[in-house]
DNA sequence: CGGAATCTTGAAAGTGTTCAAATCAAGTGG
DNA sequence: CCACTTGATTTGAACACTTTCAAGATTCCG
């Protein structure tokens, strides 16, 4: 258990066998069926979540119910609402499972306690905020200044196994446009 | 000199004198002129600036030679092209000084050692990127969900001291629209 | 003072959204 | 395994909003 999250890490930073030791005593497995919420708006974020198998979304709710997708998460990766996480407020996000998934939950304290223990744990959670931090800042200038096409492309060059695996309506939503307007872009460039 | 920098670190992470002294021997201090580039896109980005005093930005130029604004960076505040600096590959980003403004330089090298060294100082990175990462995910969630008023006041909201010292065209290119869109929409919203 | 940059305003053009309906695909229960 | 219900995608037409292009007004800085 826990090969697939421990194996991501020791991708970024090599652990010994005992870190891997330590940190096995802080993690907790977690099933969930398609559809089922990991977190609502509103409820305190008490994990990151660590995705062994399966598909998630984060997304937020504007005032006439839209969803806007923050984020996907497939294998490898991490999940969370970062900030309610971190502070205890309310989560402004809502996360919920695209498909069924096996999950890894890290607690609040068991992140503390890991960061102070685990200098390795440390620096793995600084490499992926930087990673997430770059992913992000991509996003935003293609948002700003690229057309509905080279946004388009762009996702699915940069994440064809999620284009395969998720509903267009969501990658429309992940993109700011509406599924009409993703529908019509895929036909103008299937054109050519 | 640097105790702007080291009190803004001091803040996040309580340093040691003997950590201080340490790092201060790693920094180097600049000063710019205002419109003086600090990187220009193509070169490799092989520092990390911290602002002791000024202004900067830091923008991305499309193929029609539009600057679309990624970052402002006021006293307090990092600034670099994150991805060239930690890869080597020539940066996508430009930088220069919107005044003349003073800077603290973090090669390369100094960061890395800095990292290895003092433990202080990886901490401070690590919540200093995370803090970044989640400016950048609400101005992503406010770009794909909100009005071009909400965008605005939210701007406004959060950053008034930068919507006092900066040309509006720029603010117009941070938010992702025209300088003639953000004119109407000021004028609307002061008709209220 | 004078030129350059900035901000504002107008009208036309372009682009994405909205709303409604049709088509297509998938999952469920009999 | 088929019929049925529900969800997803596509298409069309009218509409709303932002951009573009051009010009005028204002402010800033050398």
Known sequence: MYEVFLEH????????????????????????????????????????FFVEKGALRVYSLDESGREHILQFALE????????????????????????DSELVMVSKSAHEELLKKVRSYETFTRLNITGAYLAMQRRLTSTIS????ERYEAFVALYPHIAERVPQHMI?????????TLSRVRKRMSKK
């Not at 690229?146 to 096409?149: G, V």
Request: charged share 25%; net charge negative.
């Open 76 to 99: 490898g990766w991490a999940i969370s609402d970062l900030y309610s996480f971190l502070t205890g407020e309310p989560a402004t996000y809502t996360i919920d499972a695209i498909e």
């Open 9 to 48: 890490i020791n991708r970024k930073v090599p652990l010994t066998e005992e870190d891997q030791a330590i940190i096995k005593t802080y993690l907790t497995p977690k099933k969930v069926r398609r559809k089922q919420y990991l977190l609502q708006e509103g409820d305190v974020c008490k994990n990151i």
């Open 146 to 149: 690229a057309t509905l096409e």
């Open 172 to 180: 429309a939503s992940y993109l700011g446009l509406t599924p009409e």
